[in-house]
């Protein structure tokens, strides 16, 4: 079956890097663009940017496009997110989410990982 | 920059049809999308394009979107759909969710 699984949990200092990746089966990595989206303790959901898993292009929102970067192994499949100089107010469970329609960037979001738990704190 | 509203909370008896809104700018002009989150679950997506239900997604789910608001109706509410809905549109090239809407079934 189509499934996204991430990594694990991960703690790290203020200032620190943190590199999630998400496992994609069950369908071809290469033909959905792949987004990231957080979610702070009990806040809501904060999109993060999407790559396109067969060019390797990307796009940011505003909000992190100094501090992320996502990248891609079609060789296996993974897609990575890498966010730096972590603050605590990083603190967040990170998911990728596979977009529903076939090579679209736009659109409804149909699978999603199980979520990477991300601490900051010193 | 374009933004959506939800109402925090939502309140339901069993049986009864529950109806979340979502308000913004011309919504009406963009795709709306739902998601339903369960405590320590991942979001799961109900409705799409407006009006769409994914394969598996029951048929008490419904959604539509007209001028600034768009609307997850849930007909015939069961416990199960205690859950934190949250409304998505996308923004030139920018992704939106909306705050979320706590639905509580009495």
Same mark, same amino acid.
């Given at each position: 079956q189509v499934q996204l699984v991430q990594s694990g949990a991960e703690v790290k200092k203020p200032g620190a890097s943190v590199n999630v990746s998400c496992k994609a089966s069950g369908? *071809?990595? *290469?033909g959905y663009y792949m987004h990231w989206v957080r979610q702070a303790p009990g806040q809501g959901l904060e999109w993060m940017g999407w790559i396109n898993p067969n060019s390797g292009a990307t796009s940011y929102a505003q909000n992190f496009q100094d501090r992320v970067i996502m990248t891609r192994d079609t060789s296996i499949s993974t897609a990575y997110m890498e966010l730096s100089r972590?603050?605590?107010?990083?603190t967040a469970v990170y998911f990728c989410t596979k977009v529903l329609e076939y090579s679209s960037s736009h659109g409804a979001f149909d699978i999603w990982g199980q979520g990477t738990v991300v601490t900051v704190s010193s | 920059s374009f933004e959506v509203t939800q109402s925090p909370s939502v309140s339901v008896s069993p049986g009864q049809t529950a109806n979340i809104t979502c308000s913004g700018d011309r919504l009406g002009d963009k795709y709306a999308s739902w998601y339903q989150e369960k405590p320590g679950q991942s979001p799961v997506l109900v409705i799409y394009q407006d009006t769409k239900r994914p394969s598996?997604?029951?048929?008490?789910f419904s959604g539509a979107n007209s001028g600034n608001t768009a609307t997850l109706t849930i007909s015939g509410?069961?416990?199960?759909?205690?859950a934190e809905y949250y409304c998505q549109a996308w923004d030139s090239s920018s992704v939106v969710f909306g705050g979320g809407t706590k639905l509580t079934v009495l």
């Open positions: 369908y *071809t990595f *290469t972590l603050r605590s107010d990083d | 598996g997604i029951p048929e008490r509410t069961q416990s199960m759909d205690e």
